[in-house]
Each structure stands twice: as C-alpha cells, then as structure tokens.
C-alpha cells in the first residue's frame, strides 16, 4: 500500500488537474493512470516491457506418455503482462514473487536431493528489469525441482 503525506496529497491532485487541462485543451485526448503499483507506466505507456522472456519447453530423454509432450516456446512480458505465454497475468505474477533471484543457478556445493521430477526442460533467456536471463531450468535433483517449482506459472501454466 502507498503512503502519501500531506504535500504529496496536495500536489498529486493538482498535477493530475493540470494534465487534464492539459489534455482537454489539445481536443480530444485521453489519460489513463495507472491503477497498480507496479510502476510499469501502464499499458498505454508506449514504453519498452519491463520484462521479455523466451521461453522454450523440451524433454530430456523420453517424454511422459500423458498430456501434451512437444517442444513449446512462448514469449512472456511484464509491465504491461503479454506474449504468447498461455497465461501472462499468472506468469507475471508469480514472476513478480521470485524477481531476478529466482532464475540465479543451483550452487555447485549445495547439497541436494537426488531424485527426478520428470523430463521438462525449460530454456530462458531475455531480462528480468535491468537483469539479464539465460539460464536452464530442469527438474534432476530435489534442488532443480524446487528451482523450477519457484517459477510458479512462468513455467508452468
């Protein structure tokens, strides 16, 4: 939640009094605000994406029998929530929970489970914010499971 003392509620109404003014005086412009705290600037911005992946789904060795086994690649944005990705919204916010952090590497030394969790492979490149991603996510070891599991709708949808 945003907390606003007394000058900024002041001067916020003004500024945006005087934008519509603004805008009225030109004929006929729109302005939007945006309605979240996201500091994207809003759909209507016309800026750059704080956030483009490309994401590319194969499977290492054989794939399961059950459901949908081809190779998927989407795209993804952030701030405003877009792409080919399934479902940007979900994808973006469980994106937004992670940050940057959550495509970092398994540290070699960690100690980790040895298990499989299945066939997926997940490549990821683009940036995160100022932050740029290339990373692989797969599900070999209890560590790379939860790395991936993290990644919540990003690659999961």
């Given at each position: 939640?945003?907390?606003?003392?007394?000058?900024?509620?002041?001067?916020?109404?003004?500024?945006?009094?005087?934008?519509?003014?603004?805008?009225?005086?030109?004929?006929?412009?729109?302005?939007?605000?945006?309605?979240?705290?996201?500091?994207?600037?809003?759909?209507?911005?016309?800026?750059?994406?704080?956030?483009?992946?490309?994401?590319?789904?194969?499977?290492?060795?054989?794939?399961?029998?059950?459901?949908?086994?081809?190779?998927?690649?989407?795209?993804?944005?952030?701030?405003p929530a877009?792409g080919d990705?399934?479902?940007?919204?979900?994808?973006?916010?469980?994106?937004?929970?992670?940050?940057?952090?959550?495509?970092?590497?398994?540290p070699e030394?960690?100690?980790?489970?040895?298990?499989?969790?299945?066939?997926?492979?997940?490549?990821?490149?683009?940036?995160?914010?100022?932050?740029?991603?290339?990373?692989?996510?797969?599900?070999?070891?209890?560590?790379?499971?939860?790395?991936?599991?993290?990644?919540?709708?990003?690659?999961?949808?």
């Open positions: 939640m945003r907390t606003h003392s007394l000058a900024t509620a002041v001067v916020l109404p003004g500024a945006l009094a005087a934008v519509v003014a603004t805008a009225a005086a030109c004929g006929g412009t729109t302005v939007t605000t945006p309605d979240d705290d996201s500091g994207s600037g809003g759909s209507g911005s016309g800026a750059a994406p704080t956030t483009e992946l490309t994401i590319q789904i194969t499977y290492a060795d054989d794939p399961p029998a059950e459901g949908d086994t081809e190779p998927t690649d989407w795209t993804l944005t952030c701030g877009g990705h399934p479902d940007p919204e979900a994808a973006c916010a469980d994106l937004e929970e992670v940050g940057a952090e959550g495509f970092e590497e398994v030394d960690q100690a980790c489970t040895y298990e499989m969790g299945g066939p997926e492979v997940a490549r990821v490149e683009g940036h995160v914010g100022e932050t740029d991603v290339s990373t692989e996510f797969n599900k070999s070891g209890g560590c790379e499971i939860d790395r991936y599991e993290k990644m919540g709708a990003v690659l999961a949808p």
